[in-house]
């Protein structure tokens, strides 16, 4: 299963060789949620693992992204004692605009294809 969720990027750490065939990379990002008026800063951070641990490098810190990951838990055995690990696998990354301020014009969005004006007059009108 996949989930979602967007935030302010906080921090890019830098890829980690863990073994000759291995590698990790870990990011933050800051989800901050309005309750009953009240602000609520979460700091999440994922991993992204071999040929996924570039989707960071295109994005600055501060810049708000949307995050397609996926929940991976793992037990882990030590001397004996057992204990659980949970990962957030990060396999996507885009970039979002930020929301716009309270009591603002939104900006429009250029990337969203507009129906032309005035109506139909019956000839063909597809564009291909």
Do not use: C, H
Not at 36 to 42: A, L, M, S
Not at 69 to 89: Q, S
């Amino acid at each position: 299963m996949s989930f979602e969720i967007t935030g302010k990027l906080i921090v890019k750490y830098n890829t980690v060789q863990r073994s000759e065939t291995f590698k990790t990379r870990e990011f933050v990002i800051e989800k901050s949620d309005d309750i009953n008026g009240r602000v609520i800063n979460n700091y999440i951070k994922f991993q992204s693992v071999q040929d996924r641990t570039g989707i960071v490098d295109r994005f600055n810190e501060g810049e708000n992204v949307k995050v397609y990951f996926n929940i991976k838990g793992t037990r882990w055995e030590k001397d004996g004692k057992v204990n659980y690990i949970t990962n957030l696998d990060a396999w996507r990354m885009e970039s979002v605009m930020a929301a716009p301020a309270p009591g603002s014009d939104p900006q429009p969005n250029y990337n969203t294809p507009q129906m032309p004006a005035g109506g139909t007059d019956g000839g063909d009108d597809l564009p291909f």
